[in-house]
């Protein structure tokens, strides 16, 4: 990459194994019945960062970073009939110790028990009543190898109710509304800053953090078999209250990200729609669909603190034609738009536009065409268009049952670059991908 007329290579390797093993018995007792799941789990991951700067030593690092995991998941179940509908209880125990090595050895150690009793009430015609009081118990610890460095340990109600109304054979309403508590634990631990990217520092502490999350939605199906009408409307809302917050100060040289311990507040709503219709006579289907989503976080950088107003807006309409047997035919058309507002800074609102489409032929038994177009059109500043055309084709021709034969183009267009921009918080990115240049290929593919 090149960044402020500096050439930098930067080389991530990760190196991840794992092996689990899974167990799921049933036992009787009396008239009832005891479900038992068990999952053992351990892993071991290698990550390697090495950046090398033509010109700045700043930028020639290598770092190495190793996380094994052990965790073990038990959960004991039963069903106990009352009042004509089921009584479920289940209890479960769970144990994580991710070991992080880095200058030394940091064990992050999670235990949690979990106590959950749970009743579903039927009536009418698919419609249903559930409800779910957990009571939840989770101790925390960080430790490196010669003593402990936190922990913390808390008690949490965490509710869930699900109500299905079946209005009839064609529509259904559902609604749902939890509440979650975490330890909002961070993707690693070390003791000393670790560099992350060839500018990027990470410092992340030895305080232990508690998150909560309330979430609700409302989901409207609609489903006509006759009419092959088919319809969506959903609405969810979170709101998550953490700890802390990160905080990342930037140089012309450096990023340094850090956590901060401080009120966090997390809005986030979505909203989706979506139409779509057959018409089986002709063999065309067309699907409409609309979503918007906001989604307002605290933002910490420089000295600057504010809270932020995420949005993107989508819309598509895709249809696709399957009447012959010789021919397949489909289309679709997305445009995003996507803005961000705060107290000190407002973003314009870019757009970008997705086009696709698809032709496939079939002249005869033994012979396939496949043809695809892809227009990705982003707005990279405000009123400043990028327009990247991708034409693909694909030819099979079957000689006989052992040999085929074919034709592969990729990149017919021959373009050269994608370019896309990028708001995250205050901050704006753009970036330009190269494309590999045109290209062909014959194959010859035998079977044995």
Not at 192 to 210: E, F, H, M
Not at 406 to 431: A, E, K, P
């Amino acid at each position: 990459m090149t960044t402020n007329g500096t050439n930098i290579t930067e080389q991530n390797r990760i190196r991840p194994s794992y092996v689990k093993n899974y167990l799921s018995s049933f036992f009787r007792i009396g008239q009832s019945l005891l479900q038992i799941r068990s999952l053992i789990r351990y892993s071991d991951c290698k990550e390697e960062l090495e950046t090398a700067s033509d010109t700045r030593a700043l930028y020639n690092t290598f770092e190495r970073f190793i996380t094994r995991s052990a965790m073990t998941r038990n959960v004991i179940t039963t069903s106990i009939p009352v009042l004509g509908n089921d009584l479920d209880l289940s209890l479960q125990a769970y144990y994580k110790d991710n070991t992080y090595n880095y200058s030394s050895d940091i064990h992050h150690r999670t235990f949690k028990m979990k106590a959950t009793p749970g009743y579903t009430w039927t009536y009418g015609r698919r419609s249903y009543i559930s409800a779910e009081l957990p009571m939840e118990w989770t101790r925390v610890s960080l430790a490196k190898n010669d003593g402990k460095l936190a922990t913390r340990s808390f008690m949490a109600f965490e509710p869930n109710l699900n109500i299905r109304q079946t209005v009839n054979d064609k529509l259904n309403i559902t609604l749902s509304a939890s509440l979650s508590t975490g330890d909002n634990a961070l993707g690693f631990y070390a003791l000393s800053p670790l560099r992350t990217g060839y500018r990027t520092i990470q410092v992340t502490g030895n305080d232990i953090y508690k998150s909560t999350r309330l979430y609700s939605a409302l989901h409207l199906r609609y489903r006509n078999l006759v009419t092959m009408l088919f319809g969506n409307l959903s609405v969810a809302y979170s709101d998550t209250k953490a700890e802390a917050f990160s905080n990342f100060d930037y140089n012309d040289s450096l990023t340094t990200m850090h956590w901060i311990k401080g009120n966090n507040h997390r809005h986030n709503i979505r909203t989706n729609a979506m139409i779509d219709k057959t018409f089986t006579s002709i063999g065309l289907s067309i699907k409409a669909d609309m979503a918007y989503e906001k989604t307002d976080f605290l933002i910490a950088q420089s000295g600057e603190m504010a809270q932020n107003h995420s949005h993107h807006a989508t819309a598509g309409l895709s249809t696709s034609f399957q009447k012959l047997s010789w021919l397949r035919l489909s289309a679709a058309i997305t445009a995003n738009y996507y803005w961000e507002r705060s107290s000190i800074h407002r973003s314009d609102v870019l757009s970008s536009y997705i086009t696709n489409a698809a032709l496939y032929l079939f002249p005869t038994k033994n012979t396939e065409l496949k043809i695809k177009f892809y227009n990705l059109t982003n707005e990279v500043t405000d009123g400043h268009y990028h327009t990247c055309g991708l034409l693909d084709a694909n030819l099979n021709y079957k000689i006989n049952k052992v040999w085929e034969a074919g034709l592969t183009v990729t990149n017919l267009l021959n373009s050269t670059s994608y370019i896309t921009t990028q708001y995250t918080g205050i901050n704006t990115f753009t970036s330009t991908l190269p494309l590999r240049n045109r290209e062909i290929m014959i194959h010859l593919q035998m079977r044995l």
